[in-house]
């Protein structure tokens, strides 16, 4: 059955809420929607947040109040949901829902930013090493396993605007890339650099300088399907036109 599924790190459900999210939500045509960097419990949204019609809407929400949090809307209740990866260090932060279905396992993630200093850099690439594990597991599974979410990474040179002037920042560091080879070279294909070669494509601008209007942009949001479901790919793409927030969602469309 094809399914599409789009990822979106809105920055602030609540904000995204009067920038028309609903109206997006059931005009998108998709089958789930990964929500990242909600801000907010599930008590502090609205009604038609938290309970849209024709849709079951599942939520993670950090202990510090206002920050990170990930949702995920979808049409057909899935088997099993879990929040978080089983390690209260990161799942405090309500940065992960993992959703079973019959025939494949969806992660909607809001990866760790390495902004502020060495030490969250330390954590993010302890993030990352504890969601790779749990990735495995679930890859020994015969499932099918789709990963998608704010990376905060963007992988290669081709990922980004000016990848010189930022060998040196978060989000472009070695350590930071070397994982994502890591992931890739575990059993996982990037579904974007599947079908789109060239650069130029982007789904995040920095709001301070008005760099969507230029496009000077990050690709840092990311589709990755386990590479042996590979044949299950469809199409892969972003939203670009589609406002509200610092990114614009991105979305996959696969027979599952």
Known sequence: MLTKLISWNVNGLRAVEKKGFLDFLNT?????????????EPEQ?????RTPKGWHAYFASAERKGY?????????????????LGDVEFDREGRTLILEYP??????????????????IDFK????????KKSKALFKTG??????????????????ARPKENETHTGFLPEERVWLDKFIEG???????????DGGHYTWWDYKTGARKRNVGWRIDYFFIDTPSISK???AGMLSDVMGSDHCPIELVADL
């Open 28 to 40: 998108c045509g998709a089958d789930i929607v990964a929500i990242q960097e909600t801000k907010a």
């Open 143 to 160: 499932k099918t396993v789709i990963v998608c979410g704010d990376v905060n990474t963007a992988h290669e040179p081709i990922d980004l």
């Open 68 to 84: 990170s949090g990930v949702a995920v809307y979808t049409k057909q209740k899935p088997l099993n949901v879990w929040q978080g």
């Open 125 to 132: 690439l302890r993030f990352y090493d504890c969601f790779l």
């Open 233 to 235: 790919l469809k199409s």
């Open 187 to 197: 059993g996982y294909t990037d579904t974007f650099r599947h079908f789109v070669k």
């Open 45 to 49: 949204l609205s009604e038609a947040l």
């Open 103 to 120: 025939t494949f396992f969806f992660l909607n993630i809001y990866y760790p930013n390495g902004g502020q200093g060495p030490e969250r």
